[in-house]
C-alpha cells in the first residue's frame, strides 16, 4: 500500500519533443505528491509538486497531471531539451516521501 | 546556509569496519531524514527526526544501523560491521514540518562502497 509505482523506466526523447512519465499509487493518505530530477552524483532537486485537490499544476515546461480517482497522476515535459536528459522521480508522502523506481530520459539533440 | 550538505561525499571501506556519516540540515529545518539509493533504484526510506527524537525507523535500518541528532541541529549515521550489501548512496533530506508546505532539501550524499 506504501508503494508509487512508475513508468517507463526509461525514455528516448528527440528535442523539443513531449516527455511524459507516469505514476500510480494505492495510499489515499498520502497528501503531496512532488518529481525530483536527479543528475548522477547529485542529490534529487525538487522539479514541481502538486496536492490532491488540484487536477494540473503547470510551471514552465513543466505540468502534472492528477487523477485522484484514478489514483495516477503523470509529469509532462514540453520542448524537451538535452539538459532535460537526467533521471526523474515520482514521490507520494505522508509524514516522508515514498519514491517510485525512476525514469531515465535521454533527450537527443 | 546554502542547503543540506552531507559528509563524506565518498567512503570505500573493508566489510566488516564501522563507518559514520554527517548530515548537516538546512538551519531552520525541524526534520531530518535518511534514505538509501541503489544504482538504478528510487531512494529507500531509512529513518527520519523532529528535532532530536528519531520518529520512525524502517524495517530496512537493520540492528547494525543506528542513527542520532543529539541537539536537532546535524545528524550521524553509522553503519556498524558493514556488509557488501551495505554499498549505496546515502541521501539526508530536511524539511519544515512534514514537507507537504514547504518541500524537501536533499544533500548530494555520501557514497559506500564496502570491499
Known amino acids: 500500500q506504501q508503494q508509487v509505482k512508475q513508468s517507463p523506466q526509461s525514455l528516448i526523447v528527440q528535442k523539443g519533443g513531449i516527455s511524459i512519465i507516469n505514476c500510480a499509487y494505492e495510499?489515499?493518505?498520502?497528501?503531496?505528491f512532488p518529481w525530483y530530477q536527479q543528475f548522477p552524483g547529485k542529490g534529487p532537486a525538487l522539479l514541481i509538486a502538486?496536492?490532491?485537490?488540484?487536477s494540473e499544476k503547470k510551471e514552465g515546461r513543466f505540468t502534472i497531471s492528477f487523477n485522484k480517482s484514478a489514483k495516477q497522476f503523470s509529469l509532462h515535459i514540453m520542448d524537451s531539451q538535452p539538459g532535460d536528459s537526467a533521471t526523474y522521480f515520482c514521490?507520494?508522502?505522508?509524514?516522508?516521501?515514498?519514491f517510485g523506481t525512476g525514469t531515465r530520459l535521454q533527450v537527443f539533440p | 546556509d546554502t542547503g543540506v550538505s552531507q559528509d563524506p561525499r565518498h567512503k570505500i571501506t573493508k566489510r566488516g569496519q564501522n563507518v559514520t556519516f554527517r548530515c548537516d540540515p538546512i538551519?531552520?529545518?525541524?526534520?531530518l531524514y535518511w534514505y538509501r539509493q541503489t544504482l538504478g533504484q528510487g531512494p529507500e526510506f531509512l529513518t527520519y527526526?523532529?528535532?532530536?527524537?528519531?520518529?520512525?525507523k524502517s524495517r530496512l535500518l537493520s540492528d547494525r544501523f543506528s542513527a542520532e541528532r543529539p541537539k536537532g541541529s546535524f545528524s550521524t549515521l553509522e553503519i556498524q560491521r558493514t556488509e557488501q550489501g551495505d554499498s549505496a548512496m546515502y541521501l539526508c533530506?530536511?524539511?519544515?514540518?512534514?514537507?507537504?508546505?514547504?518541500?524537501?532539501?536533499f544533500g548530494s550524499g555520501t557514497r559506500l562502497t564496502v570491499v
Open positions: 538551519s531552520e529545518h525541524n526534520r
Open positions: 502538486i496536492r490532491p485537490d488540484v
Open positions: 527526526f523532529q528535532n532530536e527524537a528519531q520518529l520512525e
Open positions: 514521490a507520494a508522502n505522508t509524514d516522508k516521501l515514498i
Open positions: 495510499n489515499t493518505a498520502f497528501d503531496y
Open positions: 533530506a530536511s524539511s519544515l514540518a512534514s514537507g507537504q508546505a514547504y518541500g524537501y532539501t
